[in-house]
């Protein structure tokens, strides 16, 4: 082989090796740019914060539609009892119908002339017609009856059919919120696993410390407070309202878990109706449903009791323990605390009972 066509062999060898080189280091300069840069742990808190927040809206939107599922629910098994009860009035009616037929059948067989010559007693025949008579009117009658029935038993199984349906769209929708919440949640694990395992551990410890101060926080069974607590607002409370600020103050350090009420774990709307419930007062799972219940306040009227709102549409709710502070379950990845009113944005406030 000549020297000239060894060289053009090594030059088109070094041309594709060089192309290779670089097109590989193009693919990896444009992998290296499409993938997400690891935060830093700054970074990491607040996206993560942001997403368990969003996780907690869609939480509480779920939860908004408890009260449509429930009195839907009520109306379903309401309509279904009618039906039963209407069914058997129908079957009654229908054996009624039945027994006249047979009834009727047994003296139709010949004209009621043929009958009345050929019978050996004519008065006794002739009281037996009028018995016969009397039968075809009860047979008209029953009909009616069943016509009655039936057409009322064909409506109530309509509005079941269209009550069922309704409930439906509602637990879809409902699902679809729960899934929310399940997606942010999963990305803000995902957040998370960019961390170092020392960073994760560190965020651990921080909610594990919070949590911790929070149980040390709490009062005692007989209402007395216990621990460290000279940061703690002391401001009144008396009656139901005095139960329901230590119920929810004897929460503290307990875990946000979307859609508890209790006893160990909670969401924001759990907590509060928990707290109230054990002053006697109900109140329903969803924050913005509680606004509505009791009379609604001003901001300057605020009283140790009492429920304030956040955002808009509402979203959030804490019970208010006095000097601008409450008591609340802040969101997923932390546990009932204290905090001021002014750390989210007001919404409103309503007093139970």
């Given at each position: 082989?000549?020297?000239?066509?060894?060289?053009?062999?090594?030059?088109?060898?070094?041309?594709?090796?060089?192309?290779?080189?670089?097109?590989?280091?193009?693919?990896?300069?444009?992998?290296?740019?499409?993938?997400?840069?690891?935060?830093?742990?700054?970074?990491?808190?607040?996206?993560?914060?942001?997403?368990?927040?969003?996780?907690?809206?869609?939480?509480?939107?779920?939860?908004?539609?408890?009260?449509?599922?429930?009195?839907?629910?009520?109306?379903?098994?309401?309509?279904?009892?009618?039906?039963?009860?209407?069914?058997?009035?129908?079957?009654?009616?229908?054996?009624?119908?039945?027994?006249?037929?047979?009834?009727?059948?047994?003296?139709?067989?010949?004209?009621?002339?043929?009958?009345?010559?050929?019978?050996?007693?004519?008065?006794?025949?002739?009281?037996?017609?009028?018995?016969?008579?009397?039968?075809?009117?009860?047979?008209?009658?029953?009909?009616?009856?069943?016509?009655?029935?039936?057409?009322?038993?064909?409506?109530?199984?309509?509005?079941?059919?269209?009550?069922?349906?309704?409930?439906?769209?509602?637990?879809?929708?409902?699902?679809?919120?729960?899934?929310?919440?399940?997606?942010?949640?999963?990305?803000?694990?995902?957040?998370?696993?960019?961390?170092?395992?020392?960073?994760?551990?560190?965020?651990?410890?921080?909610?594990?410390?919070?949590?911790?101060?929070?149980?040390?926080?709490?009062?005692?069974?007989?209402?007395?407070?216990?621990?460290?607590?000279?940061?703690?607002?002391?401001?009144?409370?008396?009656?139901?309202?005095?139960i329901a600020v230590n119920a929810a103050l004897s929460q503290m350090g307990d875990p946000y878990v979307w859609g508890a009420e209790g006893p160990n774990s909670y969401d924001c709307s759990g907590l509060t109706l928990y707290a109230w419930g054990k002053a006697g007062v109900s109140l329903p799972h969803s924050?913005?449903?509680?606004?509505?219940?009791?009379?609604?306040?001003?901001?300057?009227?605020?009283?140790?009791?009492?429920?304030?709102?956040?955002?808009?549409?509402?979203?959030?709710?804490?019970?208010?323990?006095?000097?601008?502070?409450?008591?609340?379950?802040?969101?997923?990845?932390?546990?009932?605390?204290?905090?001021?009113?002014?750390?989210?944005?007001?919404?409103?406030?309503?007093?139970?009972?």
């Amino acid at each position: 082989m000549s020297i000239g066509r060894i060289n053009r062999t090594k030059g088109i060898a070094l041309a594709a090796i060089t192309s290779t080189a670089v097109a590989a280091g193009v693919i990896f300069i444009q992998g290296a740019a499409g993938a997400d840069p690891k935060p830093t742990l700054d970074e990491a808190k607040k996206q993560v914060a942001e997403l368990q927040h969003q996780a907690e809206v869609a939480g509480e939107s779920a939860n908004d539609l408890r009260g449509q599922i429930s009195a839907s629910t009520v109306r379903v098994k309401a309509l279904q009892a009618g039906i039963a009860k209407q069914q058997a009035q129908v079957d009654a009616v229908k054996r009624q119908i039945g027994s006249l037929a047979v009834a009727g059948y047994q003296t139709s067989g010949i004209s009621t002339t043929a009958q009345l010559l050929l019978s050996n007693n004519p008065d006794q025949f002739l009281s037996q017609a009028s018995t016969a008579q009397a039968f075809a009117g009860q047979q008209t009658s029953a009909l009616r009856r069943y016509q009655v029935a039936q057409g009322k038993l064909t409506d109530l199984q309509a509005s079941e059919q269209t009550e069922l349906a309704a409930l439906q769209a509602v637990q879809a929708k409902q699902d679809a919120f729960k899934k929310q919440v399940q997606a942010n949640l999963d990305k803000a694990e995902g957040v998370l696993d960019k961390l170092s395992d020392a960073e994760r551990r560190r965020i651990e410890q921080e909610n594990e410390k919070e949590a911790e101060e929070a149980r040390a926080q709490r009062p005692s069974r007989d209402g007395e407070r216990t621990g460290d607590d000279e940061d703690l607002p002391n401001v009144p409370a008396s009656g139901r309202a005095k139960i329901a600020v230590n119920a929810a103050l004897s929460q503290m350090g307990d875990p946000y878990v979307w859609g508890a009420e209790g006893p160990n774990s909670y969401d924001c709307s759990g907590l509060t109706l928990y707290a109230w419930g054990k002053a006697g007062v109900s109140l329903p799972h969803s924050s913005k449903a509680q606004i509505n219940e009791g009379r609604r306040i001003s901001k300057s009227e605020l009283m140790p009791g009492d429920l304030v709102f956040f955002y808009s549409p509402i979203t959030h709710v804490g019970m208010y323990i006095g000097n601008g502070r409450m008591v609340h379950a802040p969101r997923p990845g932390k546990s009932v605390t204290i905090t001021s009113i002014d750390t989210m944005p007001y919404s409103g406030a309503s007093r139970p009972g």
